[in-house]
Every structure is written in C-alpha cells, then in structure tokens.
C-alpha cells in the first residue's frame, strides 16, 4: 500500500477524492494530559465553582476541529455537521479528552477528531502553565472511525499507548 | 500560587501583560510519534530518497506556532524571531519532534513551541493513516524555557515522561 | 424547547445536524450605525464623489459572513453561495445596513448575515472614528429566514427594536 | 478634520502609524443584547448553575479582540497585551457585555474592544436562537479610551445611546 | 455580457450562485518565476541534494488553495477536493509553476488555481531573496478549465502571454 | 551566501533574526494584469462611474498584506504601520499594480508588498473573469527596499521585466 499523500515522483499532495461518495462518516479520538495532583485537584473543583479550564478547553477544542484543514497541509476541507468534546478526571493527576466528529463527506474526520483533543490539550496546558510547567500532554489516538470505503475501525483496547 | 488566566469571579481572561518588560525568550518543547516499524521505515527512506514526510510536518509546524494565539484562547499574539523543527528517527518505530522558538516579548513562547510539536505530529499522522491508523502522539512536553521573571526552566530528565 | 447548543451535562457542544436535509436556505439581518449628521454626510458625499466608505464596509462584510464559523464557536461552517449587503442614509445620521446570506446546507445562515452586519458596522465605525468616536451600532436583528425544519420566520414589524 | 483612511484621491489604505510611538494604551466598549424575559433567565441559571452561554460567548470575545485586524480592512495588526469580557445581568432581559483592551503600540484598540463585544453579542444570539429569535444586538459603543497623542476619551453618560 | 460581481447599483457583491447544479470541475493554472541562473541552480541542486525550496513552495501553495476565499473578497467557499502541484526547472533562469485543482460544486476553481501558483511563487521568492531580489513573478494565467455551464475553457497556445 | 532558509542539514526554517535592530523598513512592489482592452475600459470606465473593481481590488490587496505570515510559510509574523495600494491604468489593456508597506521591525515587508499586489491582481482576475479568462498577471517585483543591515534596494530601471 502507499503513502497516499506522495505523487509518483514523491512529492507531497493532496490526494484526490473526487470520484469518491458522499457518505455519513465519524470519528472518535482521545488523549491525555498528565499533570501534579495538585493541578488536577484546581481543574476538577474550578470546573465546579468557579473557574473552568475545562470549558475553555472545550470551546477551543471545537474551533479546532473546524479549523484543521487550514493546519494540516494536506487534509481535505470538511464541513463538518457535529463536534462534542467530552472530559473525565477519574484519575487523579489525568485529564482524559474525547472529540467526537461528525460529516457527510468524501473523506474522514480522524484529522479533525485528532485535532480537537490535541488543542483542548494545549489550552489546558497554557491555563495552568502558571502553576505546573511539566504537565504532558500523552496518548492522543483514533479509537474509531465508520463510513467510507475502508471501513469501520476500532482500536484494540489491549493495544500498548 | 492562582491560575492567572482566571479573575477573582473565576470567568476566564487574557492574563493582562501590559506592564511586564520585554525580554528575549526561548522556549523547546519535544514529543514523539509511535508507530509501527514499517510506518517509520518508510518515513526514513522516503526523508532521503523521494516522498518527505517530515518536510511537510516541518512546514506545518512553522506555520502553526505562528497561529498559536489564534488557536489558543488565552494565549497572547506574539511577533516571533525564531521557529525550528527538528525530527529524530533513532529509535524503530518512533519519529521524535523537537521545537525551539525564540521571541523578544512580554511573554513566553512555550504554547508555541507545543503547538509546533502538536501540528507537525498531527501532520505525520494525516501523511502516514492511509498505512497505519494505530500511530499515537505523545510525550508532547516543554523541554526548557528561558526569558522573563519566572527565570529558567530545564525539565527533569528522569521525570517521567 | 432546549437550549441546543448544551449537552446533558450543561457543556458546549456544536449541534448535531449530520441527519438534517440539505435545503435552500436564506437569511436577511439588518442594523444601524448612528452618528453625527456631519460624520453622515460625509459618508453620504464620500460614497458618491471619492473616497467609499461604504464599499469597504461592503467588502468587509461579505468576507466576514464567509469567516462566521471560525468568529462563533458552536457554528457549523457553511459553503455560503450568495452574499450581498446594502446601505441605505435615508434618515439624517443613520446608516442601515442590510445582508442577505444564501445557502443550501443542513442549518440556517442567520449567523452569517448578522456577522455580516456586525463587521460592516464596526468598519464604518473604524473608517469614521477619526472625525467621531460618538458612533453607536445598534439594532443589529433577524428580519426573515426562510427554509429548513423550522420554517419561514419573519420579525414583526411593530416589535420594538 | 480629515477621513483619515482616505488618501488624497479618496481611496482607502491603511492610515500609517510609522511616525507615531508606542504608548500604552486602552479602551473599554459595551454593548447589549436584549431578548425575551424567559431567554435572559436560562441565560442566567445556566451561567451559575450548569449549561454557560456567557463562558462561551466570553472565549469568542477574547478570540474575536485577537483577530480584528483580520476582519476590519484598514486596521493595523497590534500585540494586545490584555483582553477581558464582563457581563451583567441586571435587567430582565438585558445582557450588557464589556470589553476592556490593552496594548502598547502606535495606534488605539477601540476596535479591539468593539469587535470582542460585537463577537460575544453574536455568540450569545447564536447559543440563544433555538428558543428566541428576537434577540437584538444594540448599544455597541465605546465607553472610554486612553493612551496616544487623541488624548483621554470618556463617553458622556447623559449621552443618547 | 456584465461584470458579475456588480449588482445595478454597481456595487460588489459576491455572485449568486444558489441555483447553480453541482458539477465536477477542474482548473489548471501555470506561472513562472524568473531569476538569476545562480539562483535557478541552487534551487535545481537543493531539491535533490539538500536544502528543498519546491517542497516548501508546494506545501503553501496547496494550503492557499484550500484558503483562496478567505484572500479574494468575492470568492465563493468551495471543498475542494483534489490540489496539485507541480515544478519544472527545464529551462535555465526559470522555474515553471503549475496547479490543478478540482472540485464538485457550484463554481469553478480556477481562482483556486491560480492562487496556489501565486503563493507557491512568492513562497520561491521568499526562499531565495537573501540571494537575489531582482525575480520577477510572470505569466499567471488560467491554462484550462472545464465543468460547469460555461463549458470547457482550453487557452490557446499562441496567445501571447 | 547561502540561502537562509535552510539549516546545516537543508532543512527549512524561519530565520533566526532575534539578534537584529528594530529598524524602519520600507517596501515597494509592482505587478501587472494583462487583458483584452474592453476588460480594460469596463474597469476604467466602472472606477469612475458605478462598479469598482479597483476598490475591491485594494481592499482586499491591503487584507492580504496583513496576513503575509500565515500565506508565506517562513515569512516572519510582522506589525505592519502602513499599507497602500495604487493602480494606474495609462496602458491600454494594462493594470499596473503598485503595494507600499511599512514596519518597524526586525526583517522587511518586502514579501507583504508582494503579496499585497499578489492578490489585487488575483482580485481583479476574479472579478473581471465572467468577461475574459485569457486575462495574465505578470512582472511582479520588488522596486525599491530600504532599512535594516542590508541597505537600500532600488531595482535598475533598465533591467528586463
């Protein structure tokens, strides 16, 4: 199989969907940001009084989603018809993210369900730099992807991260 | 210590930097993409022989730390000097990102190191998913950061990643 | 009714409509910028002898109904295929600004065509402002919607404005 | 007194700043959005309680500061070093947004300050259109400024709105 | 037959194109950059040894395709879904741009085209102008088109260019 | 001299210029657009009269100019204190296309005077194209620089175009 996005004499393009069918297609991605419990414990209680990292996240999450064509080079214009982010802190020190992208469209959003989690990460880093400087952002993979020709994909939850 | 981009009401705000000093700043952050070792041989060869991969994740690294503000909901704009991507294949299976970014500014550029490193790594994955759906981005870290009243920071090597 | 743009849990999310029908849809919003009637009659002779501020308030605002997606977070993005704005200094220190968006496309474009105003608005305020910092926009408002689910919506003339 | 962002022809550029120093500056603007008695209390139980419009309409307000120059043709390109958004709700079916903009730089940020409210007007409208579609975005206006050779600006409280 | 962009009041507005059926189309635009033989064979050596001006100038020419709306006021958004481009190098002193672009819609991607050449040429320039700052961007021209009503568009060979 | 842009390994990245003086800089660029003459004279004829195809065209010249860094992929991101474009139509069949920009800054503008009159020409390709595809952008160039370590550029008059 190819690397799709390299031409004949290996230079880079945007491959052509043209021929390809419209189709309802979904992807889901997450990732982690890990960081001191203390951090962790500001995020969780600020989410429920008063200041609320994770609403930021959210927010910016979703703007970049839509905005990941004009990130990644050679992803596909997408308008995309859902986008949700969701958080979890049952781990203490562990900010789980999840994007949920949805289109009716000739290519996939893993690109854009990828992007969400990555940037709601980022924005959670940058709005607790000041009391945590080594939080790593970890684990930003596709758990599933439906519609289109390749198929449903679902990753092995056995699978090492 | 408070997280700063929170006022006394909890809502969120641009930290306000109007009266801190322009400095010279530097910031590296690092990160790494985990795929399958034939997924990365063929980035290896493709990087010398033909199709670049990490050309592309390069220019889109440099293009993304100069939209970082307009990623990051509370990030301030910031007129870069300096923007460097560095790609490592060392180890089988694994392409490491490294982001230096230079500013003379009121505030730091670690969000746009990270942004770098985040986008370059989001890119290798769009260029490669056709072969390999199951590539993880992670460890996505500030390595160091110098400039400013908070002084010099250096990770930790043996922290954990 | 619910407010759409909240999950279950109170969060942000964009509203799903990847099952919506693709329908014709229009949309006309409209608003007012006052100001002194000298600031007026400038604009008024302007528009007519040389320098146009409307016909750069005009470029403004079509550019900016195609940006709406990227301005207003929860905003499905939209291939927009008409854009047209209007002014009308009938009324001594009053401009009235009209936008028309069209689209066919799974929501509505009422977005489009008030973002369309908002930014008209706040160019002619920037192109005046030298001569008149006095200026208000207001009355910046849905007049008619049509097509999709919800049905043809037009405002009430006599509703206070 | 001259339309500044005409040249001598009439035609429009972008007024140049060259000569003029960096000073610190400025501006504070508001604006409303005024809607049914019923949207403004979900508006406000969910802001305390669960579902919050104002956090999202907040983030796009501070975004939109970041990205006028972007939107507004003959504005220049400034490093605003604070953008903040409050909201009132004091009077039954009133939301009264404001924006409070820094920067030091050869020009003011007014339009900063203006286009954040205008944005955080839009988004509330946006969130809110399910259930009311009479909403309507008034009274954007600039309150105060300070900072360059224009001098300390302070609107006249008596003033018409 | 009229300038489309101009309604009877000889105003811009962005053409209505609602009614429009969805066809598949495609454009294919050429421009050169002219420089010093110097500069032409390092930029001939670099993309086989070493430094790769062509994979930089094609990564921003394939973004710009994907963001020519938001540069050219009365363009309509398209999703686009094919962009490509190519470099020849045959004759000394000259680089040789050439784009295609396709897409199904209700326009035709010509502007597309032509502003991924543009950008890839200014991008060539701005890789090479610490060495020379005397290239000349010429010869930007639509070479074909075809879809739509207006039928297929072959330039003529002999035109002057 | 090397070419700047590519590191020890011939790798792309944004130059490093943390080092220099603000200095004020200056740039001055050239283009033009090629057409049958009636084209011509129905721009002419609508600059004065009713459609103005130039006032778009400078509008959106401007626009671009401020957006130079997120188009050029190793263009650095620049405050730019004056844009300005002119066009003179003494040549039958001939747009000339003249972009100005200033900064105080650490590199030059050159690459935004460029763009600006880049994209009035792709401007006026688009707006004029319902009438004339055969339409050529041509000799865009840099006439004259100054400020910063490398002098003043004045481009030799006589030099074939």
Redesign the interface.
């Given at each position: 199989?190819?690397?799709?996005?390299?031409?004949s004499?290996?230079?880079?393009?945007?491959?052509?969907?043209?021929e390809?069918a419209e189709t309802?297609r979904f992807a889901l991605a997450k990732?982690r940001v890990r960081m001191e419990t203390g951090t962790w414990e500001?995020i969780k209680s600020?989410g429920i009084?008063?200041?609320?990292?994770?609403?930021?996240a959210?927010?910016?999450g979703?703007?970049?989603?839509?905005?990941t064509?004009?990130?990644?080079?050679?992803?596909?214009?997408?308008?995309?018809?859902?986008?949700?982010?969701?958080f979890a802190l049952e781990e203490p020190g562990i900010v789980e993210i999840g994007a949920t992208v949805?289109?009716?469209?000739?290519t996939g959003v893993?690109?854009e369900a990828?992007?969400a989690v990555?940037?709601a990460?980022?924005?959670i880093?940058?709005?607790?730099?000041?009391?945590d400087?080594?939080?790593?952002?970890?684990?930003?993979?596709?758990m599933e992807?439906a519609g289109g020709k390749s198929g449903h994909?679902r990753?092995?939850p056995e699978?090492q991260?």
């Open positions: 199989m190819d690397l799709t996005h390299f031409d004499e290996g230079r880079a393009r945007m491959v052509d969907v043209s390809k309802a990732g500001r600020g009084e008063k200041g609320d990292v994770l609403a930021v959210q927010v910016a979703i703007m970049a989603a839509k905005r064509s004009a990130l990644i080079p050679m992803c596909h214009p997408l308008a995309i018809t859902s986008a949700k982010l969701d949805k289109v009716t469209g000739k893993e690109m990828l992007t990555s940037v990460a980022l924005t880093y940058d709005m607790c730099k000041a009391i400087k080594t939080m790593v952002m970890s684990d930003i993979r596709l992807k994909f990753r092995n699978a991260e």
